[in-house]
Antibody, heavy 120, light 107 residues
Framework: QVQLVQSGAEVKKPGASVKVSCKASGYTFTSYYIHWVRQAPGQGLEWMGI????????SYAQIFQGRVTMTRDTSTSTVYMELSSLRSEDTAVYYCARGRTFISSWFDYWGQGTLVTVSS | DIQMTQSPSTLSASVGDRVTITCRAS??????LAWYQQKPGKAPNLLIYDASSLESGVPSRFSGSGSGTEFTLTISSLQPDDFATYYC?????????FGQGTKVGIK
């Protein structure tokens, strides 16, 4: 069965970076795009960006440009999301989610979420 | 960027009630819209895609309609398991946008 399994919770200080992983299984890794979505405590869902595991190309939401980097390792079917220059407002649960195409596709499977806490 | 305006932000309803949630897009998105249910501490769960297609395994009391800029999620008879927060998502472009969410609570 399709699974997206994310790395564990992180606590970081302001100004630091965090790297969250999302390991895919149960399907052909390079056939589906991976998106990252975050949710601050008590808030709604915010789309961060997309990576094509096949070629590694990425597109990011403008508000994260320059701070976010998405990469993949096809040998382990894992996607990574690194967010730098962390501030308290980045405290959130970060989700990876699968989509069939670059556009015109919804998210059908989600990871379990990774809580990132930014605190001095 | 396409903005999604979801309403209401909260609603209170009783078991058995018919519930309707609306999402409006700032420009036409054809039928490129999905609906998700989210419970506390859990990832969102897909209910509807392409505006009106029911995801496999989702109860038939959930339905979606609309196209262009106005969309509706309807729960025909609210069940205890349906008390949750609901989000719409557009996928008309690579830049996805969610609605602000609708929390469905017990009256």
């Amino acid at each position: 069965q399709v699974q997206l399994v994310q790395s564990g919770a992180e606590v970081k200080k302001p100004g630091a970076s965090v790297k969250v992983s999302c390991k895919a299984s149960g399907y052909t890794f390079t056939s589906y795009y991976i998106h990252w979505v975050r949710q601050a405590p008590g808030q709604g869902l915010e789309w961060m960006g997309i990576i094509n595991p096949s070629g590694g190309s990425t597109s990011y939401a403008q508000i994260f440009q320059g701070r976010v980097t998405m990469t993949r390792d096809t040998s382990t079917s894992t996607v990574y999301m690194e967010l730098s220059s962390l501030r308290s407002e980045d405290t959130a649960v970060y989700y990876c989610a699968r989509g069939r195409t670059f556009i015109s596709s919804w998210f059908d499977y989600w990871g379990q979420g990774t809580l990132v806490t930014v605190s001095s | 960027d396409i903005q999604m305006t979801q309403s209401p932000s909260t609603l209170s309803a009783s078991v058995g009630d018919r519930v309707t949630i609306t999402c409006r897009a700032s420009q036409s998105i054809s039928s490129w819209l999905a609906w998700y249910q989210q419970k506390p501490g859990k990832a969102p769960n897909l209910l509807i895609y392409d505006a009106s297609s029911l995801e496999s395994g989702v109860p038939s009391r959930f339905s979606g309609s609309g196209s262009g800029t106005e969309f509706t999620l309807t729960i025909s008879s609210l069940q205890p398991d349906d008390f949750a927060t609901y989000y719409c998502l557009h996928y008309n472009s690579y830049f996805r946008t969610f609605g602000q969410g609708t929390k469905v609570g017990i009256k």
